[in-house]
C-alpha cells in the first residue's frame, strides 16, 4: 500500500486530522469505503516519529493514522 503510493504529500486533499488526538484504523478494505476509525488519547500524533505514521490514500483524500498496533 505505502509502495504505490510514496508521494502522499503532492495530494491537495489532505484531511489533517487534529494532532492532539490519536487514531488507528481498523478493518481497513480498500474496496470498501466503509473503514473505521477509533480515537486514542494516550500517544500523541505529532510526537511521533514520521515512519510510525501511516498513510491511506481513499477517494482522493488522505487520512493520517496511527501506528502498528503493537507501537
Do not use: C
Amino acid at each position: 500500500m505505502l509502495s504505490r503510493n510514496n508521494s502522499l504529500l503532492s495530494y491537495k486533499h489532505i484531511f489533517d486530522l487534529k494532532l492532539e488526538d490519536n487514531y488507528l484504523v481498523l478493518n481497513y478494505q480498500p474496496e470498501s469505503p466503509g473503514f473505521e476509525i477509533r480515537s486514542k488519547t494516550n500517544v500523541k500524533v505529532d510526537k511521533l516519529p514520521l515512519a510510525h505514521r501511516i498513510w491511506i490514500i481513499d477517494n482522493g483524500k488522505s487520512f493520517i493514522m496511527m501506528l502498528p498496533t503493537d507501537y
